[in-house]
């Protein structure tokens, strides 16, 4: 085993990479990603600007998969950073398999990483603007969806009754932030801080797509009706975390952060209650 402090990134996208530029100096970094290309594609970006790496293929939703990550990270050192930036997006796939990787996934994943991250540490996961759209839930829900072993999350039937992949996505985005809290509680025992951030919507090349593409108009016209008039940048994704991350961050755990621009007030009691018919 080598002696190196390790950032472990799950999902290699640009939110992803603009965290772990902003903690992986002098450290090994794992570029972990489903998708090779991607992974291999993010390695070049990091290996050329002077960050050690490596690669990992991995499956975030799958237990093995993530265990198997945990043994490759623990070669180099001992794990300071956890940055989940993986998921699936409800446009990209179906109820299961959002399910699957943005809910059950990640919460299995904090809990393994809860079992080794090292002192000092701290861990990061992207959820979504998405999961504040859902109405309040009873407190009953919330603690299941906090607590509830993870081998028994998708048999909940609140999850179960599930019928459309925008609900999935907004489910799996509002439990990643109880987990959190839930975690938050465990990953302090081992003097560890973890925290969600919850984005708006952020440039990146899909998004962008969508912003230029047939449906864009309509992106276009929900951005200027935000209060910051704007889509955001994975780099102002990156200094949150980064501070979160920092030792300045020390006394913040278990929080949910929203950094969407003020869409999500929007959406409540602004401009963009329109939305309320359709997410
Ligand atoms: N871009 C946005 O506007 C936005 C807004 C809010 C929240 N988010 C969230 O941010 C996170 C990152 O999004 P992004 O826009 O950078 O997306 P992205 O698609 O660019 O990156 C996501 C990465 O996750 C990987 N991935 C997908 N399934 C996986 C799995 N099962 N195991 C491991 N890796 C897997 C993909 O291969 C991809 O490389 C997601 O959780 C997304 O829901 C994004």
């Known amino acids: 085993m080598e002696n190196k402090q390790v950032v472990v990134l799950v999902g290699t996208g640009s939110i992803g990479q603009a965290i772990a530029r902003r903690v992986g100096a002098g450290r090994h970094i794992v570029l972990a990603d489903i998708s090779e290309k991607n992974a291999q594609t993010a390695a070049k970006i990091f290996n050329d600007a002077g960050f050690d790496t490596s690669v990992m293929v991995t499956d975030l939703s799958s237990r093995a998969s993530i265990k198997q990550l945990i043994d490759h990270a623990q070669q180099f050192g001992s794990v300071m950073h956890l940055i989940n930036a993986a998921g699936l997006s409800p446009s990209q796939d179906s109820i299961e398999a959002i399910l699957h990787v943005d809910l059950y996934g990640t919460a299995v994943l904090l809990e393994e990483f809860g079992k080794i991250i090292a002192a000092g540490g701290s861990g990061i996961t992207i959820s979504s603007q998405s999961g504040h759209r859902l109405a309040a839930l009873f407190e009953q829900d919330n603690t299941l969806l906090a607590t509830t072993p993870t081998e028994s999350l998708l048999d909940l039937p609140l999850i179960k009754n599930i019928d459309d992949t925008l609900k999935a996505y907004q489910y799996s985005k509002r439990c990643n932030g109880l987990r959190v809290m839930y975690e938050a509680t465990a990953w302090s025992k081992r003097g560890a801080t973890l925290n969600t951030i919850s984005p708006g919507i952020i440039i990146t090349p899909l998004a962008n797509d969508e912003l230029n593409g047939p449906r864009g108009e ?26 979160l991350m920092s030792h300045q961050g020390r006394f913040i755990t278990g929080s949910d952060f929203l950094i969407d621009g003020g869409a999500t007030a929007g959406y409540w009691y602004g401009d963009l209650q329109y939305l309320k018919k359709t997410h």
């Open 218 to 243: 309509g992106y276009r016209n929900m951005l200027a009706k935000s209060p910051s008039g704007r889509a955001g940048t994975p780099d102002e994704v990156g200094d949150l975390a980064a501070f």
